[in-house]
């Protein structure tokens, strides 16, 4: 494993780490919306579909931990609208 891969990594999950602590602390205790623990786990589980999906490359130009933040970003603001929503 390469360095430059292990801070890649490290990035993606404090990304969804930070994630669903916006979903738990933010949305749910700040903004008053209950968020049901699935939703909360969601920018999780983006971050364990990046980890089993990047099993030795070659990796498409799509393929970085930019684009895996942003989803993650993307995955936890749907799922507070959703559960603003519901």
Not at 28 to 45: F, K, S
């Amino acid at each position: 494993m390469d360095l430059s891969d292990a801070r890649d990594d490290l990035l993606v999950a404090a990304t969804a780490a930070a994630g669903a602590l916006v979903l738990t602390v933010g949305v749910d205790l700040v903004a008053g919306v209950a968020v049901p623990t699935l939703l909360r786990l969601a920018p999780l589980a983006v971050y364990f579909v990046y980890l089993f999906t990047r099993k030795g490359g070659p990796y498409g130009t799509l393929d970085t931990h930019r684009n895996w933040m942003i989803l993650v970003g993307v995955v936890t603001v749907g799922a507070a609208v959703y559960a603003a929503l519901v």
